[in-house]
């Protein structure tokens, strides 16, 4: 089945900093989705993408559908300790025209204060 | 509702046992999923709903695995013989019909001991 691969894996970085993730595919999708993960709840949309090429904005967060529409890019600006979290890469599996989500496994992010 | 609410939060339960778990999607989704999230992965996909008919039950494990959603709101994932595992965080979710983007609910913990 279809797979994404997120990387980096983890991040360790200074209150203030910018930060980037993406997310591979070996296959093309039509929608990505990011979400954030705190423990012990459910995932959280940040941001929907659905066409290629799209840039889109939600405060300091900033996400990229890749042109080739097999990857996708997430950049937090400005780092704060509240941005700690698992941050989550999703689309829609197998062409699916409902959201049958295939999830990426995920980049663990830890801010120092 | 403002979201997506399940109950239990946490379940505890003796292998072989019967469980059900609960999820009440956003008011005027018509759409559900079940996911099911181990231990440092992304959430894999169990089934969806479109109104009362499950769509797409592809994800479910095997046939200890059944899910309902009789009156197209409230959705219960029963699992018979627990096994242990099974363990693992059970989340649902929601959409408009047609909608990519999906809600999630906190999820219930379930531990098979």
């Known amino acids: 089945g279809q797979q994404l691969n997120q990387s980096p894996q983890s991040m360790f970085i200074q209150e203030g900093e910018d930060v980037s993730m993406n997310c591979t595919s070996s296959s093309i999708f039509n929608t990505w989705l990011w979400y954030k993960q705190d423990p012990g709840e459910g995932p959280v949309l940040l941001i929907a993408?659905?066409?290629?090429?799209e840039l889109t904005s939600n405060g300091r967060l900033t996400a990229q559908f890749g042109i080739t529409r097999k990857d996708s890019f997430l950049n937090i600006s400005a780092s704060i300790p509240s941005d700690v979290g698992i941050y989550f890469c999703a689309g829609p599996s197998g062409g699916t025209s409902y959201g049958k989500l295939t999830f990426g496994q995920g980049t663990i992010l830890t801010v120092h204060p | 509702g403002a979201g997506v609410s399940q109950t239990p939060s946490n379940k505890v339960t003796e292998k072989g046992k019967y469980v059900e778990l609960r999820c009440d999607p956003i008011s005027g989704h018509t759409a559900l999923y079940w996911y099911r999230q181990s231990l440092g992965q992304g959430p894999e996909f169990l089934i969806y709903f479109q109104g009362t008919g499950a769509a797409d039950d592809s994800g479910l494990p095997n046939d200890r695995f059944f899910a309902v959603r009789p009156e197209g709101s409230v959705s219960t994932l029963k699992i018979q013989r627990t096994e242990r595992g099974d363990s693992a965080v059970y989340l649902c979710?929601?959409?408009?019909?047609?909608?990519?983007?999906?809600?999630f609910g906190p999820g219930t913990r379930l531990t098979v001991t």
């Open positions: 979710a929601s959409s408009r019909q047609g909608g990519k983007e999906q809600y």
């Open positions: 993408l659905y066409k290629a090429g």
